[in-house]
């Protein structure tokens, strides 16, 4: 990637960086946005409907509810296509259960882990 594009890239990503209080909201309300932006549940208020429009791209968000879950789907978005691309490249989750020696040595994962058998 390209040096301007990737300070173009890591502002993009600070935008869509939730606060702490929109992580809050998404926390407490996660089922009835997704529920909501799926279809699964009908709006049933002039709110609720442009929260829909919003989530399809048609509106603008108005609201810390449109805000919050906008920018989380965005979050998701990013997080998905980190993993895609670690994945891509061969980059392997850390497995703290199954040492395998490229990260800890048998006997400093033992010595992390005394109650742990790897065997």
């Known amino acids: 990637m390209e ?53 399809k791209g048609k509106a603008k968000a108005n609201t810390m509810h449109e805000l919050a879950f906008i920018k989380y789907r965005m979050e998701l978005i990013a997080f998905q296509k980190e993993e895609k691309k670690r994945k891509e490249q061969g980059v392997r989750e850390f497995e703290p259960d199954h040492p395998d020696g490229t990260w800890f040595t048998n006997n400093d994962w033992e010595k992390l882990h005394p109650n742990k058998s790897h065997y």
Do not use: W
């Not at 926390?27 to 919003?54: C, M, W």
């Open 3 to 55: 040096e301007g594009r990737d300070e173009e890239v890591t502002q993009m990503d600070q935008l869509y960086e939730l606060t702490a209080a929109e992580r809050n909201l998404v926390n407490n309300n996660i089922d009835f946005y997704t529920s909501l932006s799926s279809g699964k549940r009908k709006p049933k208020t002039e709110a609720q409907r442009h929260f829909l429009l919003v989530c």
